[in-house]
């Protein structure tokens, strides 16, 4: 019941951050998704033409959705849980006795929150420019769901070892992206030669972006159940690994 | 019977070697107001984080109301109130939203938690300011916001390193005679302070740190005891022939003020009656220094602490 109470807790506290600025969390989502959808659904996707046998902007939609998840999911926990080091906040936690797991779950919680969140906003601005068809909504609520927990959990690992501001973007500009947008969020893998097809096995979001877009589209590059089963290995190994590091206080106990 | 707090040889080395505790053993009762002084690096800090587990011991044993910090850490923390000696709030939060969650950390119910949120605030002096950002707080309203967050989970023991650090006298006044209140209703309180006036008029036992050692433990009353002697200065009343006072030492600073050194076999009865007798009032009375601060001076000079290109924050 306390660690109920306790989870709840950290849960408010990080949606109650999101919200308060609002601004810089849920509004530029907004704004990229729109121009991405102008630029590579309206002005070259119409001269692109059709994709796995879906016109490019219905194609586009989920793995646009999804990138939008990811990156949400990610900057949510690593900015807050820095900033909770940073200004040494984290230690209202730490005195407290919160056991490591709810802390953890809090801080995943959270940044699945704002993951989903925006997703739910881009997905209600995709609407003005696309009619979006489901699939399969269990799919699409059991991909989005553990993505955004996994990147969350990412996120927060990042933290832990982030030492400055700089630490918490360093990842995400320099592995997330890169992995996203090689991730299948504008084509379909199978265009890709042999060699990179096989390159592209190794990218974990190429699981997701596939998962989520078989839930509206129907229509997947790689196996579900595959999918589901990478997903699951990630989140399973970064869940191993940050409880080991809050447990033994790396980068908070000194 | 189980004490508040019961320290028994804690050991802290910091990565680099430095050694902030040495093996310190501590006891503190139940309802006690106790004063963990010393200069600073000497391990006043580092002491409190390994109680609050916010540092890693590297040997020794710590046991808060009897449940040991290596086997019962939870419900060893459940006891403890901590008041910080550096700010550790999210500035941006409202003070409702920083307190509501904190006792949602210990298990308190968000009802009760709101409820509990207006006694302190309002206690404290800050409920007009409970929807405004923590940031916006003077330093002497931060000081008490987090006095209220470490009162949120009514814990039975209450540390605070140095809680009026920067304090105007007037709200540090308020802060005294609110912590002797808390004292009062049962709750053990542990002070560090750099203020000795504050530990001589608050806490009934106390312990000298110095070097990561204890090198003083007993009640405040049989420390100032150890006092050789003590010098008051008086204000006279204004006389025409010059002040002579038989058998003790004393110093004519000006026309109106008179110096007095007493031993500890001495008293002030023979002073009043020599300057009576002499037609001179004595208009007020003071001591000349903190008498604490001379024997702190004393305790922690007889060791000095050795040097150490390292060091580390205590």
């Given at each position: 019941?306390?660690n109920?109470?306790a989870?709840?807790?950290?849960l408010?506290?990080?949606?109650?951050?999101?919200?308060?600025?609002?601004?810089?969390t849920?509004?530029?989502?907004a704004?990229?998704?729109?121009?991405?959808?102008?630029?590579?659904?309206?002005?070259?996707?119409?001269?692109?033409?059709?994709?796995?046998?879906?016109?490019?902007m219905?194609f586009?939609v989920?793995g646009l959705?999804?990138?939008?998840?990811?990156?949400?999911?990610?900057?949510?926990?690593?900015?807050?849980?820095?900033?909770?080091?940073?200004?040494r906040?984290?230690?209202?936690m730490?005195v407290?006795?919160?056991p490591?797991?709810?802390?953890?779950?809090?801080?995943?919680?959270?940044?699945m929150?704002?993951?989903?969140?925006?997703?739910?906003?881009?997905?209600?601005?995709?609407?003005?420019?696309?009619?979006?068809?489901?699939?399969?909504?269990?799919?699409?609520?059991?991909?989005?769901?553990?993505?955004?927990?996994?990147?969350?959990?990412?996120?927060?690992?990042?933290?832990?070892?982030a030492?400055?501001?700089?630490?918490?973007s360093?990842?995400?500009?320099?592995?997330l992206?890169?992995?996203?947008?090689?991730?299948?969020?504008?084509?379909?893998?199978?265009?890709?030669?042999?060699?990179w097809?096989?390159?592209?096995?190794?990218?974990p979001?190429v699981y997701?972006?596939?998962?989520?877009?078989?839930?509206?589209?129907?229509?997947?590059?790689?196996?579900?159940?595959?999918?589901?089963l990478?997903?699951?290995?990630?989140?399973?190994?970064?869940?191993?690994?940050?409880?080991?590091?809050?447990?033994?206080?790396?980068?908070?106990?000194? | 019977?189980?004490h508040?707090?019961?320290?028994?040889?804690?050991k802290?080395?910091?990565?680099?070697?430095?050694?902030a505790l040495?093996?310190?053993?501590?006891?503190?009762?139940?309802?006690?107001?106790?004063?963990?002084?010393?200069?600073?690096?000497?391990?006043?800090?580092?002491?409190?984080?390994?109680?609050?587990?916010?540092?890693?011991?590297?040997q020794?044993?710590?046991?808060?109301?009897?449940y040991?910090?290596?086997?019962?850490?939870?419900?060893?923390?459940?006891?403890?109130?901590?008041?910080?000696?550096?700010?550790?709030?999210?500035?941006?939060?409202?003070?409702?939203?920083?307190?509501?969650?904190?006792?949602?950390?210990?298990?308190?119910?968000?009802k009760?938690a709101?409820?509990?949120?207006?006694?302190?605030l309002?206690?404290?002096?800050?409920?007009?300011?409970?929807?405004?950002?923590?940031?916006?707080?003077?330093?002497?309203m931060?000081?008490r916001?987090?006095?209220?967050?470490?009162l949120?989970?009514?814990?039975?023991?209450?540390?605070?390193?140095?809680?009026?650090?920067?304090?105007?006298?007037?709200?540090?006044?308020?802060?005294?005679?609110?912590?002797?209140?808390?004292?009062?209703?049962?709750?053990?309180?542990?002070?560090?302070?750099?203020?000795?006036?504050?530990?001589?008029?608050?806490?009934?036992?106390?312990?000298?740190?110095?070097?990561g050692?204890?090198?003083?433990?007993?009640?405040?009353?049989?420390?100032?005891?150890?006092?050789?002697?003590?010098?008051?200065?008086?204000?006279?009343?204004?006389?025409?022939?010059?002040?002579?006072?038989?058998d003790?030492?004393?110093r004519?600073?000006?026309?109106?003020?008179?110096?007095?050194?007493?031993?500890?076999?001495?008293?002030?009865?023979?002073?009043?009656?020599?300057?009576?007798e002499?037609?001179?009032?004595?208009?007020?009375?003071?001591?000349?220094?903190?008498?604490?601060?001379?024997?702190?001076?004393?305790?922690?000079?007889k060791?000095?602490?050795?040097?150490?290109?390292?060091?580390?924050?205590?």
């Amino acid at each position: 019941m306390n660690n109920a109470i306790a989870l709840k807790s950290i849960l408010t506290k990080e949606i109650q951050r999101f919200l308060r600025i609002w601004v810089q969390t849920l509004v530029p989502p907004a704004i990229t998704i729109s121009l991405y959808f102008v630029i590579f659904g309206t002005l070259i996707g119409s001269r692109i033409g059709e994709m796995g046998g879906f016109d490019y902007m219905s194609f586009i939609v989920p793995g646009l959705i999804m990138m939008t998840v990811i990156t949400n999911s990610y900057s949510n926990v690593a900015s807050s849980f820095f900033s909770a080091k940073w200004q040494r906040n984290i230690e209202e936690m730490l005195v407290a006795p919160v056991p490591n797991w709810v802390i953890v779950a809090g801080y995943v919680g959270g940044g699945m929150a704002r993951g989903i969140l925006v997703g739910l906003i881009v997905t209600t601005v995709s609407l003005l420019f696309v009619d979006i068809k489901i699939h399969n909504v269990w799919v699409i609520i059991a991909t989005v769901s553990l993505t955004s927990a996994t990147f969350a959990l990412g996120g927060l690992i990042n933290a832990i070892f982030a030492n400055s501001f700089d630490d918490i973007s360093i990842i995400p500009t320099f592995v997330l992206t890169p992995l996203t947008y090689l991730g299948g969020v504008f084509y379909s893998i199978s265009l890709l030669p042999d060699f990179w097809q096989g390159v592209s096995q190794i990218n974990p979001i190429v699981y997701m972006v596939n998962a989520f877009r078989y839930g509206f589209l129907g229509i997947s590059d790689v196996n579900i159940v595959t999918a589901f089963l990478v997903i699951g290995f990630f989140i399973t190994t970064l869940f191993t690994i940050a409880m080991v590091l809050i447990s033994k206080g790396i980068g908070l106990r000194s | 019977m189980s004490h508040a707090l019961e320290i028994n040889s804690l050991k802290k080395t910091y990565k680099g070697g430095f050694q902030a505790l040495k093996g310190i053993d501590l006891t503190v009762e139940k309802g006690d107001f106790f004063a963990l002084l010393g200069p600073n690096g000497a391990g006043k800090s580092t002491t409190i984080g390994v109680i609050t587990s916010l540092v890693n011991k590297s040997q020794g044993q710590v046991k808060v109301f009897g449940y040991d910090i290596d086997s019962d850490l939870e419900k060893a923390k459940s006891f403890i109130g901590l008041v910080p000696q550096e700010f550790n709030f999210n500035q941006f939060e409202p003070l409702m939203h920083i307190l509501v969650n904190q006792a949602g950390y210990y298990g308190v119910e968000r009802k009760v938690a709101i409820e509990r949120a207006e006694k302190y605030l309002k206690k404290l002096e800050l409920w007009d300011k409970r929807n405004d950002a923590a940031r916006m707080l003077s330093g002497g309203m931060k000081r008490r916001l987090m006095i209220a967050r470490a009162l949120m989970h009514e814990p039975q023991i209450l540390i605070l390193d140095e809680p009026t650090a920067g304090v105007d006298i007037e709200v540090r006044r308020a802060m005294w005679d609110f912590l002797r209140e808390l004292n009062r209703q049962g709750i053990t309180i542990i002070l560090t302070t750099h203020y000795l006036e504050e530990a001589e008029m608050l806490c009934r036992n106390i312990a000298i740190i110095n070097d990561g050692e204890i090198v003083e433990n007993t009640s405040m009353k049989a420390l100032l005891a150890q006092l050789d002697g003590e010098t008051f200065v008086l204000d006279l009343s204004p006389h025409d022939k010059e002040v002579t006072l038989k058998d003790i030492n004393y110093r004519v600073n000006d026309d109106h003020t008179l110096e007095v050194d007493l031993n500890k076999n001495q008293n002030l009865n023979p002073i009043f009656q020599q300057l009576t007798e002499q037609n001179i009032n004595v208009l007020s009375m003071r001591n000349k220094s903190n008498r604490l601060e001379a024997l702190f001076v004393n305790l922690v000079s007889k060791k000095e602490p050795k040097t150490t290109s390292n060091k580390q924050a205590s």
